[in-house]
């Protein structure tokens, strides 16, 4: 209300008022409560889980059986689904076997892959948040680190590896180092990206509160580049576990990289087809980790 | 004779490359401890640029910004700004956006148990200690400038400075938080410098307005001292014969001396 009523005005509103009829009264009977059986409510669960799941695998189904159907007749190349799973019923019922070497079970492997990604992963992070930070808060530092950035970011993960095996002489850090290179250029863009962008506001606010670099650096920039960084941290994540399995056929010993490039080797083509199942499983299951981290610090904020 | 705040021969050019706009000139004003001044104008004469000198935030290119008697060309805590668009924190809870300010200001003057006292006592002052645990995002806009009024309360400033706090809330919530923010005026003695571009409020809140020309170069046309005593009910003075022509003054000037001339 930006201007106020004239007297003149409020008595005639006051007039209006009392001329109007007197309100009548009606009783309206309420509806009863509607009551909602436990066994309706869990069938509303039921469909929501249905409508989850039934698609997906009503397709897997479906491509399970064109894969048989084709694969079935003699002269096919691969083994149908029956096949692989016949073959490799005792890799399945039993990852944890270990028989010295590289004979291991699957969960052996994936652990070690894992392991490698873990370490190289967490370093990216680091440092990627780390870099990103400068080079989204200092004009100089994105001047002269930029265009670097944007160079060494089209390299292929595996065109590292010679170049590390060659500095570490070791198939472990190389490889290591393979997963850092590859996931830290998303992690390192996507920082620089949320960082820059933190509203002219919230710097208002740090500058009247008279925050340090330090106060500003964790209580400000963190959080409100929260959701450019886990962006960033998710497609790392993607690329170090793509980068892994090429990166281990070629540095051999114990992995799922490896475990496949072996099995090519002794025309095992059943184990090959189990590896890339779990594979996508965890690949899967890291990304929706990395995303549910990002959705717990940011409150939501960030996209899914 | 030293004033309160003193806003000294302050003017303001922005430079984009060989391109020079002179947006304040000559700005001059003087404001003693506990008064509530207006600045009202049309947008784009500067107002807000002037609030910014005044706050650190922008520094003056030319005179100089005196705060007891002393220089101010940085931001502080004593020069508490609540900006219009709220500018609260997202991911802090609106607790947690005032204890900041309040833990920043008071980390030696106060423990931890007075902190989170005098945290919970501005919530109260401007009634949102109900809503201590929710995300600005879940609170209404009058809420949020609520909020904000509360962190910059918390502060303790020697000035508090307004900018177009109310200008982006709807006809009802802006008079209620008026309505706040004068009971809160009245109760704390603040010195409050407030930008505005609405004439019922600077009438309604001020001691003095100040009306500033159209820019580029924009200059204090006019002071009008709102000689109307306090405390003030809205619905008293829309009869008041002293309100009316205090109106008519600053509507005169805006919509006659100083049309605001768009670009076509």
């Known amino acids: 209300m930006t201007r106020p009523m004239t007297k003149s005005e409020a008595a005639q509103a006051v007039r209006v008022t009392v001329s109007s009829p007197p309100a009548t009264a009606q009783v309206l009977p309420l509806a009863p409560v509607r009551q909602v059986s436990f066994a309706t409510r869990l069938s509303g669960v039921g469909g929501r889980v249905a409508a989850r799941v039934l698609p997906p695998a009503l397709v897997l189904a479906v491509c399970l059986l064109v894969w048989e159907a084709l694969c079935r007749r003699s002269g096919a190349t691969l083994p149908p689904p029956s096949t692989v799973l016949r073959d490799t019923w005792e890799l399945i019922v039993d990852p944890f076997f270990d028989r010295g070497g590289i004979d291991k079970g699957l969960f052996w492997h994936l652990s070690a892959s894992l ?28 001047r002269g680190l930029d265009p670097i950035f944007q160079v060494l970011r089209t390299v292929p993960p595996l065109a590292w590896l010679p170049l590390s ?10 490889a290591i180092f393979v997963i850092f290179i590859t996931a830290i250029w998303p992690i390192i863009i996507n920082t620089a990206v949320g960082i820059r962008n933190i509203p002219q506001d919230y710097r208002n606010v740090a500058a009247v509160l008279r925050l340090n670099h330090l106060e500003f650096f964790l209580k400000i920039m963190i959080p409100a580049a929260a959701p450019y960084i886990f962006t960033g941290l998710r497609i790392g994540i993607g690329l170090s576990w793509l980068a892994i399995v090429a990166a281990e056929m070629l540095i051999g010993g114990v992995g799922i990289g490896f475990f496949i490039w072996d099995a090519w080797n002794s025309s095992h083509i059943s184990e090959i087809i189990l590896a890339l199942v779990y594979v996508g499983l965890i690949g899967f299951v890291l990304d929706r980790i990395v995303a549910a981290v990002a959705t717990f610090v940011t409150h939501g904020t960030a996209a899914n | ?36 001044v207006s600045i009202i104008g049309h947008s784009g004469c500067g ?44 991911w802090l809870t609106v607790y947690d956006n005032v204890r900041l300010a309040v833990d920043k200001v008071f980390a030696a003057r106060k423990s931890r148990l007075e902190r989170h006292a005098w945290t919970m006592h501005n919530l109260d002052l401007v009634q949102m200690g109900h809503a201590r645990d929710k995300r600005p995002a879940e609170i209404s806009g009058g809420m949020k400038q609520r909020v904000g009024l509360a962190r910059a309360l918390a502060m303790e400033p020697k000035v508090l400075l307004l900018d177009e706090p109310f200008g982006a809330l709807d006809a009802l919530t802006r008079a209620h938080l008026q309505d706040s923010v004068m009971v809160l005026h009245q109760k704390l003695g603040n010195t ?58 600053v509507l005169e000037f805006l919509y006659e001396r100083h049309r605001f001339i768009e670009a076509a």
């Open chain 1, 165 to 174: 095996l060659a500095a570490f002489r070791n198939g472990q850090p190389s």
């Open chain 1, 115 to 142: 392991q490698r990604v873990a370490l190289g992963y967490a370093l990216a992070s680091m440092a990627g948040v780390a870099l990103g930070t400068l080079v989204g808060q200092s004009m100089w530092a994105m």
């Open chain 2, 192 to 249: 409050v410098l407030m930008i505005t571009h609405d004439v019922d409020e600077a009438v309604l809140l001020s001691d003095r307005i100040v009306m500033m020309t159209n820019g580029p170069s924009a200059r204090i046309g006019e002071v009008l001292e709102v000689l109307l005593a306090r405390p003030r009910q809205r619905l008293e003075l829309a009869a008041s014969p002293t309100y009316l022509k205090c109106r008519q003054r």
């Open chain 2, 47 to 90: 107002k807000s640029t002037l609030l910014n000198v005044v706050a650190g935030l922008t520094p003056a290119t030319l005179g100089g910004v005196l705060l007891e008697g002393r220089e101010v060309d940085e931001p502080g805590p004593d020069r508490a700004v609540v900006f219009q668009n709220h500018s609260l924190l997202p």
């Open chain 2, 1 to 36: 004779m030293t004033a309160y705040l003193q806003i000294d021969h302050v003017g303001k050019t922005f430079a984009r490359g060989a391109q020079r706009t002179e947006v304040l000139c000559d700005i001059t004003l003087t404001i003693e401890k506990g008064e509530y």
